[in-house]
């Protein structure tokens, strides 16, 4: 089954603690983002990546780091968490950027930073 | 700056009432638009998208949105909704000078049996 998983689902930390969520996705789409859900604000991008070692900032990057040395996987890395960054974060991959490739999101990670 | 506004923050309708919301963006240029759904413990899935052609996009559900260029806006339509048309909707823009993507804030939509 096509699709992009996320891990943990559900994660409490306290503020500093570094933590990673994990997200693969296992239909070879080269094209892989992060975003951020907060109430009346919408989605906003973290990071993107166009392909393996390419990655980019999105709209609000500070505070949030991510690698992609594998074509399946994107993990998001908060080095140094803190409240403000308690939120519900959803992965997302797509064959090709654009409106040529639809995004398909993982269930979403709901995070809490005491 | 680029960015996204969706008029409505929560919409409440009856079944078999019409739909619009509405979807404007801030930026001329080249745009890629999309409506995204979120149903109550779902993952967003699209509903429909506009990059190029015929500005009247159909989409999933009996969904369809318009694009009128000189009003930088993308709304979205349904002639008669159910009641499992209650979801929250995002409107999505990407400007092609970039791939990022940009969210409005999400109209929350409740159809009452």
């Known amino acids: 089954e096509a699709q992009v998983t996320q891990n943990p689902r559900y994660l409490i930390t306290v503020t500093g603690k570094k933590l990673t969520v994990t997200c693969s996705q296992n239909?070879?789409?080269?094209?892989m983002s992060w975003y951020r859900q907060d109430p009346g604000l919408g989605l906003r991008q973290i990071y993107y990546s166009m392909n393996v070692e390419v990655t980019d900032k999105g709209d609000v990057p500070e505070g949030y780091k991510v690698s992609r040395k594998e074509k399946r996987n994107f993990p998001l890395i908060l080095e140094s968490p803190s409240p403000n960054q308690t939120s519900l974060y959803f992965c997302?991959?797509?064959?090709?950027?654009?409106?040529?490739?639809?995004?398909?999101f993982g269930p979403g990670t709901r995070l809490l930073v005491l | 700056a680029q960015s996204v506004s969706q008029h409505n923050h929560h919409v409440i309708l009856s079944e078999a009432a019409s739909l619009e919301l509405g979807c404007n963006y801030s930026?001329?240029?080249?745009?890629?638009l999309f409506w995204y759904v979120q149903y109550p413990g779902q993952h967003l899935q699209l509903l429909l998208k506009y990059f190029s052609g015929d500005p009247l996009v159909k989409g999933i559900k009996g969904f369809e949105a318009e694009f009128i260029k000189s009003k930088f806006s993308f709304n979205l339509r349904k002639p008669s909704v159910q009641w499992s048309d209650t979801a929250e909707y995002f409107c999505a823009v990407e400007w092609s000078n970039d791939y990022k993507l940009s969210f409005g804030a999400g109209t929350t939509v409740t159809v009452r049996a």
């Open positions: 997302a991959s797509s064959s090709l950027a654009g409106a040529f490739g639809t995004q398909y």
């Open positions: 930026y001329g240029g080249t745009v890629n």
């Open positions: 239909m070879n789409h080269e094209y």
